[in-house]
């Protein structure tokens, strides 16, 4: 019913940007909340940063100043912009979107994921 595509990682340097891209399609009414998680090696998933319909963000402290999230309603797609990339930051990255379908019903989807990974 709903395909998460996400695009957008691979290998940086320490201190280099990546752009990430997650876009939505399929019997989709509305999208609300968009956001980014991440999971490193051996850790929970965390809360990277979120994005409601309206364009009120939240952010991890770990990427506050150095991470953008934005959204385009128009083509149903969330980006998250990382600059100043660490180290730390390497982990599969994996969009979610909260959506209502067409036929009224309520969705929360998953990306498949997507690995970053920042190392000289």
């Known amino acids: 019913q709903v395909q998460l595509v996400e695009s957008g990682g691979g290998l940086v340097q320490p201190g280099g940007s990546l752009r990430l891209s997650c876009a939505a399609s399929?019997?989709?009414?509305?999208?609300?909340?968009m956001g980014w998680y991440r999971q490193a090696p051996g850790k929970q998933r965390e809360l990277v940063a979120t994005?409601?319909?309206?364009?009120?963000?939240n952010y991890a402290d770990s990427v506050k100043g150095r991470f953008t999230i934005s959204r385009d309603n128009a083509k149903n797609t969330v980006y998250l912009q990382m600059n100043s990339l660490k180290p730390e930051d390497t982990a599969v990255y994996s969009c979610?979107?909260?959506?209502?379908?067409?036929?009224?019903?309520?969705?929360?989807?998953w990306g498949q994921g997507t690995q970053v990974t920042v190392s000289s």
């Open positions: 979610n979107v909260n959506l209502q379908l067409t036929t009224g019903w309520g969705l929360s989807s």
């Open positions: 399929g019997s989709i009414f509305s999208i609300n909340t």
């Open positions: 994005i409601t319909s309206g364009g009120s963000t």
